[in-house]
């Protein structure tokens, strides 16, 4: 490869991880009111510290590869410089410190985005002991897995500062073929949690004959087909790279991935704490929702899951009167 081959592919690396990062940190810009008001607002629980971790080390991942691979060196050309006291110590990591936090971060925040899925499958399953245990074995195989994976790789892979021009980047060397696999166990985990939740979704369609929009179900199932779509989506982003590009470009799926991950596990919590405490903006058009409790239902019967009561307006919010039982508390939060 050229030099100038070279010098626009770290380009194009620099360029993704700042529009990437600027994507996840708008995204919570314009969401910190739902934040305030879903998360913040409410009682510390098992949800709060998933989304906690989802987003905030999603973000510290991003805003770490930023700074370190925009130093002082790489960033006289209009790029973005990160304040002193972030480049002093970034500079003082090792490229090699970068990578492991950068990988283990990431997996981590995804891992806490795939514990809330499975909350979520648990929900709409009923409190299912069997769906429970079933999605926990899978889910424990699969980080088995990946951290293999990962270890493997870290103990072979060297990190190497390449120069060019003015240029200086971490170059990695002698990185396993099978690297690419650490993918796989995602997109099959991945692939179960969607089966259950279009499985459930059908099966309510078919039980009430309609689909309302409104209804708990309807989020529950929406929001699983669009997050399977996107997560498929990155983890073939990353193995194509993998397998058919040089270990240089992996930063540029690498960086999507995590952005994605904070992005959509966030949306996630909040578009269900939405949904189960119905809340609307007063005075701007919506329309006042009741509220959603789960009742003890007969479990052939999964319409009667979602039960409806009148709710009181209080402040801007509106909320049932009656709380969402405390078997449910794991899936809402």
Known sequence: MSSINTVDQFDAVRFCQVATT??????????????????????????????????YLGELVLLVNVSYFSNQEMSNQGYVNPAKKTQKLTNTLSGKAVILFQAWG????????????????????????????????????????????????????????????????????????????????????????????????????????????????????????????????????????????????LEIPSTFSTAIVCIIGSRLMFNMRAASYRPHYAGQGFESFSGIRFASAPQNRLGSLLHTSISSTVGPYSYSEEPIPREMEAGFG
């Open 22 to 55: 600027c994507v996840a940190l708008y995204d919570h810009l314009i969401t910190i009111d739902q934040e305030v008001d879903l998360i913040w607002a409410r009682r510390w629980s098992p949800p709060k510290t998933l989304f906690i971790i989802n987003r």
């Open 106 to 249: 990431n997996s981590i925040a995804f891992w806490a985005t795939q514990i809330i899925m499975q909350t979520r499958i648990y929900a709409m399953y009923g409190q299912s002991r069997r769906v429970a245990y079933f999605l926990g074995t899978c889910f424990i195989v699969e980080v088995i897995i990946m951290a293999t994976i990962m270890i493997f790789v870290n103990v072979r892979t060297t990190v190497v500062p390449e120069t060019i021009s003015e240029y200086v980047q971490c170059t990695l060397q002698n990185m396993p073929d099978f690297y690419f696999a650490m993918w796989v166990p995602i997109c099959a985990f991945e692939s179960i949690l969607f089966l259950f939740a279009t499985w459930k979704g059908v099966s309510y369609l078919m039980t009430l004959g309609k689909w309302s929009g409104k209804s708990l179900m309807h989020v529950l199932v929406r929001d699983n087909i669009l997050y399977f779509l996107l997560i498929l989506l990155s983890c073939l982003a990353n193995m194509v790279v993998l397998l058919v590009f040089t270990a240089k470009w």
